[in-house]
T-cell receptor
Framework: DTGVSQDPRHKITKRGQNVTFRCDPI?????LYWYRQTLGQGPEFLTY????????KSRLLSDRFSAERPKGSFSTLEIQRTEQGDSAMYLC??????????FGPGTRLLVL | AQSVSQHNHHVILSEAASLELGCNYSYGGTVNLFWYVQYPGQHLQLLLK??????LVKGIKGFEAEFIKSKFSFNLRKPSVQWSDTAEYFCAVANSGTYKYIFGTGTRLKVLA
């Protein structure tokens, strides 16, 4: 399978703990995006990389959130001191320049 | 701020019925438009997209959509739905020249066999 992959697929954590998610994009894609989706809503943009450079962060992304894309390949999204409101599906997508974005299966986070 | 509206949140149809899902966006500039589908338990998949040219675009599985610039709309259509079309459908808009999608809230379609 040469699509976008995400790990883990599910994560249950206690409030206050840190969590980290990984996204492996389609190999030739230079753009990588993170979105968050809550129940009954469409995905909401969080942040975006072109190669290793993080070019924009949404105001949805508080200081507790950080994302990296070292070497312009895979990306990680870390949430520190999780809160119950962080419970959501975290989606990763990749694309080449401004073309179509291809989505991964998502990581479903539940904060207890 | 940009926004995308999908007016139908839940739609129930019988097999062979025709489908039209509405999508309107608010942005005055040039846009790229997309419809994605999410089947139960699966990830978002592209149905079709419009960047430029013929405003009537055809996608996979018999779906099509028409871009009407004057109405800021990009409605999705299928002449005859199948049970396997049961899924959630999302409209998305991106400024031409930018990179992030603005999604609508989605429409859950249930097709009765």
């Amino acid at each position: 399978d040469t699509g976008v992959s995400q790990d883990p697929r599910h994560k249950i954590t206690k409030r206050g703990q840190n969590v980290t998610f990984r996204c492996d994009p389609i190999s030739e894609h230079n753009r990588l995006y993170w979105y968050r989706q809550t129940l009954g809503q469409g995905p909401e943009f969080l942040t975006y990389f072109q190669n290793e450079a993080q070019l924009e962060k949404s105001r949805l992304l508080s200081d507790r959130f950080s994302a990296e894309r070292p070497k312009g390949s895979f990306s990680t999204l870390e949430i520190q001191r999780t809160e119950q409101g962080d419970s959501a599906m975290y989606l990763c997508a990749s694309g080449q320049n401004q073309e179509t974005q291809y989505f991964g299966p998502g990581t479903r986070l539940l904060v207890l | 701020a940009q926004s995308v509206s999908q007016h139908n949140h839940h739609v129930i149809l019988s097999e062979a019925a025709s489908l039209e899902l509405g999508c309107n966006y608010s942005y005055g500039g040039t846009v790229n438009l997309f419809w994605y589908v999410q089947y139960p338990g699966q990830h978002l998949q592209l149905l079709l997209k419009y960047f430029s040219g013929d405003p009537l675009v055809k996608g996979i599985k018999g779906f099509e959509a028409e871009f009407i610039k004057s109405k800021f709309s990009f409605n999705l259509r299928k002449p005859s739905v199948q049970w396997s079309d049961t899924a959630e459908y999302f409209c998305a808009v991106a400024n031409s020249g930018t990179y992030k999608y603005i999604f609508g809230t989605g429409t859950r379609l249930k097709v009765l066999a």
